[in-house]
């Protein structure tokens, strides 16, 4: 009676350490889809989105091609256009522009401001009085798609809120936008202010 007690408590002991492990290891393999898919979402900059604005194309006073309308119903924000600029995620701008206003916010005895805020590419025009050489109109335009706003220009600058730029992209990119509108609207509100 003994050996027969003792075997099923073994039994139900063994069953109930195995479906432990069972429960375990599902969860772990739920919590790993969870991880999959949170990373997929961010493999994107932090500032891309699935979904494009509407806009219409105008000409512009100075360039052929302009957005006149606001992309969003809230107002750009100059400091928010500023981070977003700056961030390596989002508008990446420092990467091919220098701008002189943004080299100023750069604190020599801060290594994390100068590397956030003064370290300026050269491969694009410095930024500099671009508000005062555009119309915010054509800055909502070059930031969209810049191809659109110098056609005859072959730029490197990518179009940050069209889709026109999802060749050659992480699977994961393609068909997002690199900018949502809203970020957009913050940047050529800190460009305006670049006079």
């Keep these: 009676m003994r050996t027969v007690i003792r075997t099923f408590c073994v039994s139900v002991v063994a069953s109930a350490l195995l479906l432990g492990l069972a429960s375990e290891t599902f969860a772990e393999h739920e919590n790993k889809k969870k991880v ?17 604005a509407r806009f219409k194309i105008e000409k512009g006073e100075a360039l052929p091609a302009s957005i006149p309308k606001a992309l969003t119903k ?19 701008c420092l990467a091919c522009h220098h701008i002189a206003k943004v080299l100023a916010k750069a604190d020599e005895s801060d290594p994390e401001s100068v590397k956030l805020y003064g370290n300026h590419g050269e491969v694009g025009p410095p930024l500099n009085g671009v ?15 810049p191809k659109k706003a110098f056609p005859d220009a072959d730029t490197v600058m990518p179009a940050y809120h ?30 305006e202010e670049l006079k």
Excluded: H, Y
């Design 36 to 52: 999959r898919k949170v990373r997929a979402a961010s493999a994107c900059s932090a500032g891309s989105s699935s979904s494009v």
């Design 74 to 92: 809230k107002p750009g924000n100059a400091e928010r256009g500023l981070e977003a600029a700056v961030n390596p995620g989002k508008g990446n």
């Design 131 to 145: 508000g005062a050489r555009f119309s915010k109109a054509e800055l909502r335009m070059i930031v969209v798609d």
């Design 162 to 191: 069209a889709r026109t730029a999802s060749k050659d992209v992480k699977r994961a990119c393609r068909g997002r936008v690199m900018l949502s509108a809203q970020s957009v609207e913050d940047i050529v509100t800190f460009l």
